[in-house]
């Protein structure tokens, strides 16, 4: 049986990543934008589409996760993950009252 020009699979797209982590899809044989790299995925847009659904699980950029990581180690106890500033007495994550917990 010969395979014919519609059976072939064609990599006609790319999957691309930028330094804040930050994927797009882009032409096969196209130079990368400036700022951009190749991921590592290539198949259909389709296919590239998909991979990066599942890869990309977190729309923020890099140094947007890494500032608000940065700035919730200064403010929670890092036993709990609990938010226990003095000035809101409220827990981020649940919305609970931490006030009225501590007997406020």
Partial sequence: MSESVMDTKVA????VVNDEEQY????????NPDGWH????????????????????DMRPRSL?????AGAGADTDAGTGTDVSADTGTNVGTGTDVGAEAGR
């Avoid at 797009?24 to 130079?31: A, D, E």
């Avoid at 995925?41 to 990066?52: D, K, Q, T, V, Y």
């Fill in 12 to 15: 006609d797209t790319k999957v």
């Fill in 24 to 31: 797009s899809v882009w032409p096969v044989g196209r130079s």
């Fill in 38 to 57: 190749d991921e590592g995925f290539a198949g259909s847009r389709e296919e590239c589409l998909a991979h990066i659904e599942r890869v990309w699980t």
């Fill in 65 to 69: 996760r890494e500032a608000m990581a």
